[in-house]
Protein backbone atom coordinates (compact mmCIF):
# COMPACT_ATOMS: atom_id res chain seq x y z
CA UNK A 1 0.00 0.00 0.00
CA UNK A 2 1.36 3.27 -1.23
CA UNK A 3 1.91 6.03 1.58
CA UNK A 4 0.35 9.44 0.64
CA UNK A 5 1.90 12.05 0.73
CA UNK A 6 0.56 16.30 1.56
CA UNK A 7 2.52 19.04 1.52
CA UNK A 8 0.67 21.84 3.51
CA UNK A 9 2.15 25.22 5.07
CA UNK A 10 5.46 23.80 3.77
CA UNK A 11 5.22 21.21 5.70
CA UNK A 12 5.57 17.12 5.02
CA UNK A 13 3.32 15.17 6.71
CA UNK A 14 3.85 11.29 5.70
CA UNK A 15 0.49 9.30 5.95
CA UNK A 16 1.11 5.85 7.62
CA UNK A 17 -0.48 3.20 5.82
CA UNK A 18 -3.49 1.64 7.51
CA UNK A 19 -4.74 -1.36 8.05
CA UNK A 20 -8.23 -3.25 6.85
CA UNK A 21 -9.90 -4.66 3.90
CA UNK A 22 -8.98 -3.15 0.73
CA UNK A 23 -12.39 -1.03 0.65
CA UNK A 24 -12.55 -0.31 4.20
CA UNK A 25 -8.79 1.09 3.79
CA UNK A 26 -9.92 3.20 0.22
CA UNK A 27 -12.47 4.86 2.00
CA UNK A 28 -10.83 5.38 5.58
CA UNK A 29 -7.84 7.08 3.22
CA UNK A 30 -10.09 9.35 1.34
CA UNK A 31 -11.50 10.60 4.83
CA UNK A 32 -8.69 10.20 6.89
CA UNK A 33 -7.32 13.05 4.41
CA UNK A 34 -10.18 15.15 3.83
CA UNK A 35 -10.50 15.33 7.73
CA UNK A 36 -6.93 16.92 7.78
CA UNK A 37 -7.35 19.27 5.24
CA UNK A 38 -10.43 20.41 7.05
CA UNK A 39 -8.09 22.31 9.19
CA UNK A 40 -6.41 25.34 8.45
CA UNK A 41 -3.86 25.04 10.95
CA UNK A 42 -2.02 21.99 11.30
CA UNK A 43 -1.86 21.38 15.09
CA UNK A 44 0.63 18.99 17.01
CA UNK A 45 -2.26 17.20 18.52
CA UNK A 46 -4.07 16.67 14.68
CA UNK A 47 -0.98 15.07 13.23
CA UNK A 48 -0.41 13.06 16.42
CA UNK A 49 -3.90 11.58 15.93
CA UNK A 50 -3.01 10.76 12.08
CA UNK A 51 0.22 9.00 13.03
CA UNK A 52 -0.97 6.98 15.77
CA UNK A 53 -4.71 5.73 14.59
CA UNK A 54 -3.62 3.33 11.70
CA UNK A 55 -6.82 1.19 11.73
CA UNK A 56 -9.02 1.84 9.02
CA UNK A 57 -12.16 0.91 11.06
CA UNK A 58 -11.02 4.30 13.40
CA UNK A 59 -11.64 6.65 10.82
CA UNK A 60 -14.39 4.93 9.06
CA UNK A 61 -16.54 5.60 12.58
CA UNK A 62 -15.50 9.01 12.21
CA UNK A 63 -16.65 9.25 9.32
CA UNK A 64 -20.03 7.89 10.14
CA UNK A 65 -20.17 10.26 13.34
CA UNK A 66 -19.31 13.44 12.35
CA UNK A 67 -19.64 16.72 10.06
CA UNK A 68 -15.87 16.93 9.15
CA UNK A 69 -16.53 20.86 9.03
CA UNK A 70 -18.56 21.57 11.69
CA UNK A 71 -17.95 19.21 14.63
CA UNK A 72 -13.89 18.26 13.78
CA UNK A 73 -12.68 21.11 16.27
CA UNK A 74 -14.31 19.40 19.38
CA UNK A 75 -13.60 15.63 18.53
CA UNK A 76 -9.84 16.53 18.14
CA UNK A 77 -10.20 18.14 21.75
CA UNK A 78 -11.56 15.25 22.61
CA UNK A 79 -9.42 13.11 21.67
CA UNK A 80 -6.75 14.75 22.74
CA UNK A 81 -8.08 14.73 25.88
CA UNK A 82 -8.54 11.00 26.45
CA UNK A 83 -5.30 10.57 24.60
CA UNK A 84 -3.52 12.82 27.75
CA UNK A 85 -5.97 10.61 30.30
CA UNK A 86 -4.71 7.40 29.09
CA UNK A 87 -1.01 8.83 29.59
CA UNK A 88 -1.34 9.84 32.91
CA UNK A 89 -3.05 5.96 33.53
CA UNK A 90 -0.16 4.53 31.66
CA UNK A 91 2.50 6.24 33.71
CA UNK A 92 0.76 5.07 37.37
CA UNK A 93 -0.04 1.61 36.01
CA UNK A 94 3.98 1.26 34.97
CA UNK A 95 4.72 2.63 38.30
CA UNK A 96 2.69 0.24 40.46
CA UNK A 97 3.26 -3.04 38.11
CA UNK A 98 5.21 -6.27 39.11
CA UNK A 99 6.70 -9.18 36.25
CA UNK A 100 7.32 -12.63 37.28
CA UNK A 101 10.40 -13.93 36.88
CA UNK A 102 9.18 -16.29 33.70
CA UNK A 103 7.48 -13.27 32.18
CA UNK A 104 5.26 -14.18 28.89
CA UNK A 105 3.26 -11.65 27.77
CA UNK A 106 3.68 -8.09 26.73
CA UNK A 107 1.33 -5.60 28.53
CA UNK A 108 0.11 -5.17 32.21
CA UNK A 109 -3.46 -6.73 33.40
CA UNK A 110 -4.71 -3.48 35.76
CA UNK A 111 -6.93 -5.03 38.49
CA UNK A 112 -9.52 -2.58 40.03
CA UNK A 113 -11.70 -2.19 42.63
CA UNK A 114 -14.63 -0.47 40.97
CA UNK A 115 -17.60 -0.19 42.84
CA UNK A 116 -18.97 -3.42 43.94
CA UNK A 117 -16.83 -5.16 41.29
CA UNK A 118 -13.38 -6.54 40.83
CA UNK A 119 -12.27 -5.55 37.18
CA UNK A 120 -9.46 -6.34 35.08
CA UNK A 121 -8.35 -4.71 31.91
CA UNK A 122 -6.02 -6.22 29.61
CA UNK A 123 -5.39 -6.36 25.75
CA UNK A 124 -7.17 -8.76 23.98
CA UNK A 125 -5.24 -12.14 24.15
CA UNK A 126 -7.04 -15.59 24.04
CA UNK A 127 -4.46 -17.41 27.43
CA UNK A 128 -5.87 -14.54 29.15
CA UNK A 129 -9.20 -14.68 28.19
CA UNK A 130 -8.87 -18.35 28.84
CA UNK A 131 -7.40 -18.17 32.25
CA UNK A 132 -10.19 -15.41 33.60
CA UNK A 133 -12.87 -16.76 32.56
CA UNK A 134 -12.06 -20.49 34.57
CA UNK A 135 -11.98 -17.80 37.42
CA UNK A 136 -16.12 -16.82 36.53
CA UNK A 137 -14.83 -13.50 35.06
CA UNK A 138 -17.39 -11.97 32.12
CA UNK A 139 -16.90 -9.68 29.76
CA UNK A 140 -18.66 -6.07 29.86
CA UNK A 141 -19.09 -4.92 26.49
CA UNK A 142 -19.51 -1.41 27.43
CA UNK A 143 -16.68 -0.88 29.62
CA UNK A 144 -14.33 -3.18 27.91
CA UNK A 145 -13.28 -5.33 30.91
CA UNK A 146 -13.51 -8.35 32.76
CA UNK A 147 -15.33 -8.42 35.83
CA UNK A 148 -17.12 -10.20 39.01
CA UNK A 149 -19.73 -9.08 40.89
CA UNK A 150 -17.94 -8.59 44.89
CA UNK A 151 -20.80 -10.07 47.47
CA UNK A 152 -20.76 -12.26 50.21
CA UNK A 153 -20.26 -15.35 48.35
CA UNK A 154 -17.21 -14.31 46.76
CA UNK A 155 -15.89 -12.88 49.68
CA UNK A 156 -13.43 -9.41 49.63
CA UNK A 157 -11.92 -7.77 46.94
CA UNK A 158 -9.04 -7.80 48.88
CA UNK A 159 -8.54 -11.58 48.37
CA UNK A 160 -10.21 -11.94 45.35
CA UNK A 161 -7.41 -9.58 43.77
CA UNK A 162 -4.97 -11.42 45.40
CA UNK A 163 -6.38 -14.53 44.12
CA UNK A 164 -6.35 -13.76 40.17
CA UNK A 165 -3.49 -11.61 40.68
CA UNK A 166 -1.49 -14.53 41.53
CA UNK A 167 -2.81 -16.92 38.86
CA UNK A 168 -1.89 -14.46 36.70
CA UNK A 169 1.38 -14.03 37.33
CA UNK A 170 2.06 -17.71 37.22
CA UNK A 171 1.12 -17.48 34.23
CA UNK A 172 3.33 -15.35 32.78
CA UNK A 173 1.41 -11.95 33.09
CA UNK A 174 2.40 -8.55 34.40
CA UNK A 175 0.04 -7.07 37.10
CA UNK A 176 -0.74 -3.66 38.49
CA UNK A 177 -3.27 -3.79 41.63
CA UNK A 178 -2.56 -0.17 43.24
CA UNK A 179 -2.19 -1.43 46.82
CA UNK A 180 0.88 -2.36 47.96
CA UNK A 181 -0.54 -4.65 50.40
CA UNK A 182 -2.79 -6.71 47.64
CA UNK A 183 0.09 -6.98 45.64
CA UNK A 184 2.61 -8.29 48.15
CA UNK A 185 -0.52 -10.62 49.19
CA UNK A 186 -0.76 -11.99 44.73
CA UNK A 187 3.19 -12.73 45.13
CA UNK A 188 3.14 -14.86 48.25
CA UNK A 189 -0.45 -16.72 47.28
CA UNK A 190 -1.76 -15.37 50.42
CA UNK A 191 -5.44 -14.93 50.18
CA UNK A 192 -8.25 -16.59 51.78
CA UNK A 193 -9.82 -19.06 48.69
CA UNK A 194 -13.16 -18.53 47.42
CA UNK A 195 -16.03 -20.60 49.26
CA UNK A 196 -17.70 -21.95 46.54
CA UNK A 197 -20.76 -23.78 47.56
CA UNK A 198 -23.61 -21.71 49.79
CA UNK A 199 -26.89 -22.05 51.39
CA UNK A 200 -28.54 -18.75 50.50
CA UNK A 201 -31.83 -17.59 50.99
CA UNK A 202 -34.48 -16.62 48.52
CA UNK A 203 -37.07 -14.40 50.05
CA UNK A 204 -39.36 -14.74 46.15
CA UNK A 205 -39.85 -18.27 47.41
CA UNK A 206 -39.48 -18.71 50.96
CA UNK A 207 -36.52 -21.60 50.21
CA UNK A 208 -33.52 -22.19 51.32
CA UNK A 209 -31.63 -22.22 48.33
CA UNK A 210 -28.10 -24.41 47.21
CA UNK A 211 -26.26 -22.24 45.33
CA UNK A 212 -22.65 -24.01 43.50
CA UNK A 213 -20.07 -21.70 41.82
CA UNK A 214 -18.75 -25.28 40.20
CA UNK A 215 -20.95 -28.31 40.52
CA UNK A 216 -20.11 -31.17 41.90
CA UNK A 217 -21.21 -34.63 43.26
CA UNK A 218 -23.44 -33.04 45.86
CA UNK A 219 -25.72 -31.66 43.30
CA UNK A 220 -26.47 -34.83 42.88
CA UNK A 221 -27.45 -35.52 46.57
CA UNK A 222 -29.47 -32.73 46.78
CA UNK A 223 -31.79 -33.87 44.24
CA UNK A 224 -32.87 -36.47 46.60
CA UNK A 225 -34.13 -33.48 49.32
CA UNK A 226 -37.42 -33.59 49.81
CA UNK A 227 -39.27 -30.99 48.12
CA UNK A 228 -36.32 -29.35 46.14
CA UNK A 229 -37.06 -27.61 42.89
CA UNK A 230 -34.81 -26.36 40.58
CA UNK A 231 -35.02 -22.20 40.26
CA UNK A 232 -33.74 -21.52 36.58
CA UNK A 233 -34.05 -17.70 37.26
CA UNK A 234 -31.57 -17.96 40.05
CA UNK A 235 -29.72 -21.50 39.08
CA UNK A 236 -30.22 -22.81 42.44
CA UNK A 237 -31.80 -25.47 44.12
CA UNK A 238 -34.67 -24.62 46.28
CA UNK A 239 -35.85 -26.10 49.42
CA UNK A 240 -38.38 -24.85 51.76
CA UNK A 241 -37.42 -23.42 55.30
CA UNK A 242 -39.53 -26.10 56.92
CA UNK A 243 -36.63 -28.47 55.72
CA UNK A 244 -33.88 -26.80 57.50
CA UNK A 245 -33.19 -29.31 59.80
CA UNK A 246 -32.42 -31.68 56.71
CA UNK A 247 -30.42 -29.01 54.92
CA UNK A 248 -28.62 -28.07 57.68
CA UNK A 249 -27.76 -32.47 57.99
CA UNK A 250 -26.73 -31.65 54.26
CA UNK A 251 -24.67 -28.50 54.37
CA UNK A 252 -22.54 -30.20 56.94
CA UNK A 253 -21.78 -33.24 54.78
CA UNK A 254 -20.56 -31.33 51.57
CA UNK A 255 -19.06 -28.04 53.39
CA UNK A 256 -21.72 -25.70 52.36
CA UNK A 257 -21.38 -21.88 54.06
CA UNK A 258 -24.80 -20.53 55.20
CA UNK A 259 -25.15 -16.86 54.23
CA UNK A 260 -26.03 -14.17 56.77
CA UNK A 261 -29.58 -13.85 55.21
CA UNK A 262 -30.17 -17.84 55.59
CA UNK A 263 -28.89 -17.74 58.98
CA UNK A 264 -31.65 -15.00 59.62
CA UNK A 265 -34.56 -16.58 57.90
CA UNK A 266 -34.01 -19.83 59.67
CA UNK A 267 -33.87 -18.14 63.29
CA UNK A 268 -37.12 -16.58 62.68
CA UNK A 269 -38.93 -19.57 61.38
CA UNK A 270 -37.75 -21.22 64.18
CA UNK A 271 -38.76 -18.10 66.30
CA UNK A 272 -42.46 -18.46 64.66
CA UNK A 273 -42.26 -21.65 65.20
CA UNK A 274 -41.86 -21.35 68.94
CA UNK A 275 -44.43 -18.90 69.17
CA UNK A 276 -47.52 -20.55 67.47
CA UNK A 277 -50.11 -21.09 69.45
CA UNK A 278 -50.52 -24.85 70.75
CA UNK A 279 -54.06 -25.95 71.27
CA UNK A 280 -55.76 -29.29 72.14
CA UNK A 281 -58.18 -30.63 69.56
CA UNK A 282 -61.04 -32.23 71.39
CA UNK A 283 -62.47 -34.98 70.24
CA UNK A 284 -66.28 -34.90 68.93
Partial sequence: MRNNKLNIAKEELVFPE?????AEIKFAEEFR???????????????????NETSASFWLNIDSKIDIFIEKKQFLYQYTELHRRKERRKQIIDADAVAPEQEKYEGIVEIINFLSQIQLRFRKNEDFISLVKSKHYKWDSEDKCWYRNLTEQTGTY?????????????????????????TEKAINGDYKKEISKWVKWNEKTQSLALYWLVKDESYDASRKIVDNRYNFDTQCIDIHISHYRVVNNFAKKYDFQFSEAAIAAIEQYKEEKRNMRKVKVKDV
Fill in 33 to 51: EAFYNSFRLKNRSLKKMIL
Fill in 158 to 182: SDRAAEIGHELLKNGFCICIHDPDI
Fill in 18 to 22: LTGTP
